[in-house]
């Protein structure tokens, strides 16, 4: 077949074509907004009234239902995203940033992304295209490029194409078209490259085999063009080898061109072999693409041409020397060059329909290539969307840079999916200084305003595949990320037409990978005990789980049937035969949970400490404690006392872990017991409230301790939160913003802070200021060792009756050692028979140790209060050397070694 000459190139683009300048009234005035929303701060809630406002405003304007919907969405979109992320910033845990910075980087990608939906779909209309050429006179060249696609695929494109020449013809007698497969399969060494020729041929389609390769498949289309002169005023269409063009396609596309500005008309891809579940989910995916996206950003001027079903002007490529072949995505890399200067079109409708992934390898070797293809044009030409002598206009740089970035969504959602297992299994937390009732309230607009607009936009177009669709590519996403960023080489790949023979498990091996690790972290969750912010994550990670759940198991019930086909074809069992796939999916998910729980060996917390019988654990000990610090003669007093067995003191936060005092006690044979405190000089503050510390903002402190207390080795009793019960209390889960449920929640973060520490000398003691009553309270049994009994009794106030006070502790706690607390200040007598009551009651009660508390309650009280106060120790001491009590802790010395001692790792009251 001969061809006409090539028309010269013209010069340069039609004046229409040129860029017009749009004031800049409009993106300033945006931008003005979204810094004064962060700079003011409205609060979560103003993203409700700001949509509210733009609906009642919009409502009587007289634009379309669709319109005043986009306004209003868009407006709680942009309003929430300012707030969350504004919000995300002041409580990220920047202690930890390797954790923390990539989560918001992660969030702030996602909010832009989803902001970026919004422009693009914000009602505009595009300027009418003018009616200048006749297109119909300018030669039409039909490429269809091949690369050893079987006639199978090849022909009914060939025969399509033919289709839409005769219809168009039939219109436009004196056109001229002409329909070319380009080859290559030659040069990519397949072997029926010649009976491709030979069987195009037969159906009275030209072919041109290239001998000598090189740029792809812009380079196939380069050559092409080159050796039959579609050049000057001809127009190109190209087809992919399995694309095939409905009779009325030229008839469509080639109509816009009568505006010498048009440069090229893209239209939809659509998928005919749907049968298939990979090309199902795939089309549902890119729905929303071409649906959604690609209408609004031909409104802006910024439309792509996508590599097939497309008609380019040759003047618009001659301009840019061609179409790139230094990219595997030359139509993206093409369509930046040429916008500028030339218009795009997109023309809605059904008018080819091409073959999507037969299944999931093919399907991400698709992503894969099209993500490297695009980060690729990033880094070669991303410097034309922040130069401003590249020509292009505010809209085309936000669209195109949105694209050039799109695939980074592999890396957001590798963070999405690593971070809450990361929390939940280590205890190391992305935020702090937020509670959960904080985090919703800023989290709940910003997600119900993004899912709302996304689903109102998706509609019709999308489903819920297209979400599980794009986020099980995140590894081939990544995998090109790191392609290109490290510079390595990569070559295009043919996406799959045809199902081959073999069945591989590899493609789903990351999936099945991140499957366990999400089995894993819940388990852990699970064993370990949910507070409210382990919950939240648990259900992310179970979203998560489950969209990994589909993926996998659709793609294992593909590869089960594709197998059972291919044995039935070879004479083996038949289809369907065997195990069903059901008990299949059923098996792998057991052995997932199976392992999950095998390697499950380190739980967030230490684990729950059991007292057993030691050799120094020969009876109640006794003790005193001190609350104004470390006194002169403190040492002095309880060895005189002989109440040596257990010391406490009350420490700060902010203070170091008293090694000197500490060893002094176990120097006369004692235990220490330490109450930590998060004050700082005696004052309070929003840092020592519960959800404070459930948030991670005291746990620099807290490891330092822990490793502190780590290091010294020995036994020791460690109350935190004292009176978490009692408003009065620095950290109270009554006050200071916090609530019942917070105090477990805290403790057993501490616990995990001082289990990553490996702080394993330590005998948690629970200390409520009133353990009968505090269910709302009290962490989980299998977190408290020993639970601690405070009695104050103050003179002129009715006093506790110790029997009836520890009888219903112990039925509170009937397993777990306790240790009594007590003061007293009040007549001689009184004072005495009370005391006398409380050691009778602890002995009935096999309590683990007395501490009377020398310097009474207060820290600053007078020296006649302290002396009040003191007189206590002596009289306590007196009633343990009677004769009476003598004998009875002998006869109960068996018994309350079954309780006795404390942990520690030197013999000591060890750890069982």
């Not at 040069?187 to 290239?210: F, H, M, Q, Y």
């Not at 199902?280 to 439309?303: E, H, I, M, T």
């Amino acid at each position: 077949m001969e061809f006409p000459e090539a028309q010269p190139p013209r010069p340069e683009p039609p004046a229409s074509g040129k860029r017009v300048r749009r004031p800049l009234a409009g993106p300033l005035l945006a931008v003005a907004f979204v810094a004064a929303l962060g700079w003011l701060r409205p609060g979560p809630w103003a993203s409700g009234v700001a949509a509210l406002l733009t609906l009642a405003m919009m409502a009587g304007s007289g634009r379309r239902r669709d319109q005043v919907w986009i306004a209003t969405t868009t407006v709680g979109v942009l309003v929430s995203t300012v707030d969350y992320l504004v919000w995300r910033v002041t409580v990220a845990n920047w202690s930890a940033a390797w954790l923390a910075v990539p989560l918001l980087a992660a969030e702030a990608f996602g909010a832009l992304h989803a902001l970026g939906l919004q422009a693009t779909i914000w009602p505009r209309t595009p300027p009418p295209l003018r009616r200048i050429d006749d297109p119909a006179r300018f030669p039409i060249y039909v490429l269809i490029p091949t690369a050893g696609e079987s006639m199978a695929v090849l022909g009914p494109t060939v025969t399509g194409a033919l289709a839409a020449r005769t219809e168009f013809l039939r219109r436009h007698p004196g056109a001229r078209v002409h329909v070319i497969v380009c080859n290559d399969g030659r040069v990519a060494g397949n072997p029926t490259w010649k009976d491709v020729e030979n069987s195009v041929r037969d159906l009275g389609v030209s072919c041109i085999t290239r001998t000598v390769g090189g740029g792809a498949k812009a380079g196939n289309i380069e050559s092409v063009r080159a050796r039959v002169g579609a050049t000057g005023d001809a127009l190109v269409a190209v087809f992919d080898a399995d694309m095939v063009p409905t009779a009325d396609f030229l008839l469509a596309t080639v109509q816009p061109f009568a505006d010498p500005s048009v440069g090229w008309v893209q239209t939809a891809q659509y998928y005919r072999n749907t049968e298939l579940p990979a090309a199902r989910w795939a089309a549902d995916q890119q729905a929303l693409f071409y649906d959604v996206l690609c209408p609004g950003k031909a409104a802006r001027n910024a439309s792509f041409i996508c590599g097939t079903n497309v008609v380019i002007r040759a003047a618009a490529l001659d301009s840019i020397g061609g179409l790139p072949q230094n990219s595997v995505t030359e139509d993206f890399a093409a369509s930046i060059r040429l916008a500028p200067d030339w218009r795009g079109v997109y023309l809605p409708g059904r008018f080819a329909e091409g073959l999507g992934p037969v299944d999931a390898a093919s399907y991400l070797k698709q992503q894969n290539r099209w993500a490297r293809g695009t980060f690729e044009v990033l880094k070669t030409r991303g410097k034309d969307l922040l130069d401003p002598r590249s020509g292009l206009t505010g809209a085309q740089r936000l669209q195109y840079g949105l694209a050039c970035t799109h695939y980074l969504s592999g890396l957001r959602d590798l963070v999405y999916l690593l971070t809450p297992i990361i929390f939940v299994t280590s205890g190391i937390p992305a935020i702090r200084g937020a509670d959960t009732t904080g985090f919703l309230t800023h989290f709940g607009p910003f997600f119900l305003f993004g899912q709302t607009a996304f689903w109102s936009a998706a509609k019709g177009r999308s489903t819920w595949r297209g979400i599980v669709a794009g986020f099980i590519s995140f590894p081939a996403l990544v995998a090109a990320t790191l392609t290109v960023a490290l510079g390595a080489h990569s070559s295009f790949t043919v996406t799959a037409k045809q199902r081959g023979g073999s069945v591989s498990w590899r493609p789903i091996v990351p999936h099945l990978a991140a499957l366990l690790l999400c089995g894993y972290g819940l388990t852990v969750a699970v064993l370990g005990g949910l507070s409210a912010r382990d919950l939240i994550a648990c259900v992310w990670i179970g979203y998560m789980a489950a969209m990994l759940a589909v993926f996998c198991g659709l793609t294992i019930s593909d590869m089960v049937r594709r197998a059972d086909t291919g044995s039935a074809r070879a004479g083996g069992r038949q289809p369907g035969g065997g195990f069903p796939v059901a008990l299949r999916l059923a098996a792998a998910g057991l052995c997932v949970v199976a392992f999950a729980l095998a390697i499950q060996v380190r739980p967030r917390t230490s684990a729950p400490v059991r007292l057993s019988p030691t050799p120094c654990a020969t009876g109640m000990r006794t003790g005193l404690a001190v609350t104004a610090g470390a006194a002169v003669g403190y040492a002095r007093l309880a060895t005189r006392l002989r109440m040596t067995g257990i010391s406490a003191r009350t420490v700060e936060i902010g203070a170091g872990f008293p090694t000197s005092w500490a060893d002094q006690v176990r120097a006369t044979g004692g235990i220490p017991w330490l109450t930590l405190v998060f004050t700082r000089d005696g004052a309070s503050s929003l840092d020592a409230a519960l959800p404070a510390i459930v948030n991670a903002v005291q746990d620099d402190s807290l490891r330092r301790w822990a490793r502190q207390i780590a290091a010294w080795g020995h036994p020791l009793y460690l109350t935190a939160l004292p009176s978490v019960d009692r408003n009065y209390a620095a950290s109270s889960a009554v006050a200071n913003g916090g609530v019942p449920a917070d105090s477990a929640r805290a403790w057993r973060h501490i616990r995990r802070v001082f289990a990553a520490a490996h702080a394993d000398n330590i005998a948690w003691t629970w200390q409520p200021a009133a353990p009968a009553g505090d269910t709302l309270y009290r962490p989980p049994a299998g977190q408290i060792d020993v639970v601690a009994v405070t009695w104050i009794q103050y003179p002129g106030t009715r006093w506790v009756s110790p029997v009836r006070e520890l009888a219903r502790v112990r039925s509170a706690y009937p397993s777990k050692p306790l240790l009594v607390t007590l003061a007293a200040a009040g007549t001689r007598a009184r004072t005495s028979a009370w005391i006398g009551a409380a050691v009778r009651a602890a002995r009935s009660q096999r309590v683990l140790g007395l501490v009377y508390q020398t310097d009474g309650p207060d820290p600053h009280a007078s020296r006649a209060a302290f002396a009040a106060w003191r007189a206590g120790a002596y009289l306590t001491a007196a009633v343990l050397r009677t004769r009476e009590n003598r004998a009875n802790l002998s006869d109960g010395a068996a018994a309350g070694a079954d309780a006795a001692g404390a942990p520690g790792r030197d013999g000591c009251g060890a750890w069982s």
